[in-house]
C-alpha cells in the first residue's frame, strides 16, 4: 500500500536530448509528489513536486506528468545537460499526524547520466 | 529553507560497537525524521522523533536497535547499537518546512 514504484533503474542520455523517469504508486491518501535529485555525498534536494489535483506542472526544464487516475507521475527534463547527471527519486508524501509532509516514501532511484 | 548539520559525516566502526549520529538544525522544527540509505538503494524512514515524547518506529526498525534522542528543537541523535555489516548505510536527517522535506548531508556508516 504505501510502495512508490520507479523506472528506469538507469538512464543514459546525449546532451540536449531528454530525460523521462516514470513512478506509480498505491496509496490513493498520498496528496503530495516531490521529486528528489541526490549528487554523491550530498542529501537528496527538492527539485521539483506537484499536487494530484493538477495534471502537469513546469520549472525551467523540468517538468512532472500526472496522471491521477492510473496513479503515475512522470519527470522529464528536456534540454539535458552533463550537469543533471546525479540519481533521482521520485517520493509520495501526506499530511498526517502533524508529520507535515515530512514522512516521505521513495521510489527506488533512478541513476541519470548525460553524456556530452 | 532549513540548513542541517549531521556529525560525522562518514566512519568506519567495529561490529558489535556503537555509533550515534548527530543532527543539528538551524532554526526549530516540531518534528526531525531519520532516514536510512543502503547502498544504492533508496531512502526508507526509520522513525520520527518529536520533542518531549518517544520516538515513532517505522515497520521493520526497533528503538533498542535504533534509540533516539531529541533533547530540544533544533537537535536530535540516531544511535546504530549492536552494529553489523549490515548496517553498513548512509544515515540522513530530515525536517519538513511547509510541503517541504530538507536532508542533511547524511553520516556514511561502514561496519567492518
Not at chain 2, 516540531?30 to 520516538?55: D, K, V
Request: proline share 5%.
Amino acid at each position: 500500500q504505501q510502495q512508490v514504484k520507479q523506472s528506469p533503474q538507469s538512464l543514459i542520455v546525449q546532451k540536449g536530448g531528454i530525460s523521462i523517469i516514470n513512478c506509480a504508486y498505491e496509496n490513493t491518501a498520498f496528496d503530495y509528489f516531490p521529486w528528489y535529485q541526490q549528487f554523491p555525498g550530498k542529501g537528496p534536494a527538492l527539485l521539483i513536486a506537484i499536487r494530484p489535483d493538477v495534471s502537469e506542472k513546469k520549472e525551467g526544464r523540468f517538468t512532472i506528468s500526472f496522471n491521477k487516475s492510473a496513479k503515475q507521475f512522470s519527470l522529464h527534463i528536456m534540454d539535458s545537460q552533463p550537469g543533471d547527471s546525479a540519481t533521482y527519486f521520485c517520493a509520495a508524501t501526506l499530511n498526517a499526524g502533524g508529520t507535515s509532509y515530512g514522512k516521505l516514501t521513495f521510489g527506488q532511484g533512478t541513476i541519470l547520466t548525460v553524456h556530452p | 529553507s532549513a540548513v542541517i548539520s549531521q556529525k560525522p559525516s562518514r566512519d568506519i566502526c567495529q561490529r558489535g560497537t556503537s555509533l550515534t549520529i548527530q543532527c543539528q538544525v538551524d532554526s526549530q522544527v516540531t518534528m526531525m525524521f531519520w532516514y536510512r540509505q543502503q547502498p544504492g538503494q533508496s531512502l526508507t524512514l526509520i522513525a520520527t522523533a518529536n520533542q518531549g515524547s518517544e520516538a515513532t518506529y517505522e515497520s521493520g526498525f526497533v528503538i533498542d536497535k535504533f534509540p533516539i534522542s531529541r533533547p530540544n528543537l533544533t537537535f536530535s541523535t540516531l544511535t546504530v547499537s549492536n552494529m553489523s555489516p549490515e548496517d553498513s548505510s548512509i544515515y540522513l536527517c530530515s525536517v519538513a518546512r511547509a510541503v517541504e522535506a530538507f536532508f542533511g548531508q547524511g553520516t556514511r556508516l561502514t561496519v567492518v
